[in-house]
C-alpha cells in the first residue's frame, strides 16, 4: 500500500519559516516526479514546488526565491523549506508523487495545514 505522509505544518507570524516533509512508502521513490501543492478554500490546487526524479526543480512564481523543494530518494522523503512567509501563504499543503514513466499513477498525501498571521 502507497502512502504519502505529511508533517510540519504550522502557524507562523509573518516573515517567519517552516519545514514541510512528505515521507512516501510503498513506492521507489526515486521512480518518481514529486511536487508540493497548496489549496485554499474555494479556490483551485496550486502547483508550488516540484522535483523532477532526476532532480531539476521549478516553483511557482510566487514562492521563487522563498521556497526550497529537496529530496532525500534514500530516506523516501522530499522536504518543502518556506522562508519568509506570507499570509497569502496560508493553505492547506500537498504531497504529490507521479510516475516519472506512467504518469497516470500518482498519489498525493493528505496535506498539512499551514497558517501565517499576525
Known amino acids: 500500500q502507497v502512502q504519502l505522509v505529511e508533517s510540519g505544518g504550522a502557524s507562523v507570524q509573518p516573515g517567519g519559516s517552516v519545514r514541510l516533509s512528505c515521507a512516501a512508502s510503498g513506492i521507489t521513490f526515486s521512480f518518481y516526479a514529486v511536487n508540493w501543492y497548496r489549496q485554499v478554500p474555494g479556490k483551485q490546487r496550486e502547483l508550488v514546488a516540484a522535483?523532477?526524479?532526476?532532480?531539476?526543480?521549478n516553483y511557482a512564481d510566487s514562492v521563487k526565491g522563498r521556497f526550497t523543494i529537496s529530496r532525500d530518494n534514500a530516506k523516501n522523503t522530499v522536504y518543502l523549506q518556506m522562508n519568509s512567509l506570507k499570509p497569502e501563504d496560508t493553505a492547506v499543503y500537498y504531497c504529490n508523487a507521479v510516475n516519472s514513466r506512467v504518469t497516470s499513477i500518482t498519489y498525493w498525501g493528505q496535506g498539512t495545514q499551514v497558517t501565517v498571521s499576525s
Open positions: 522535483s523532477t526524479s532526476g532532480g531539476s526543480t
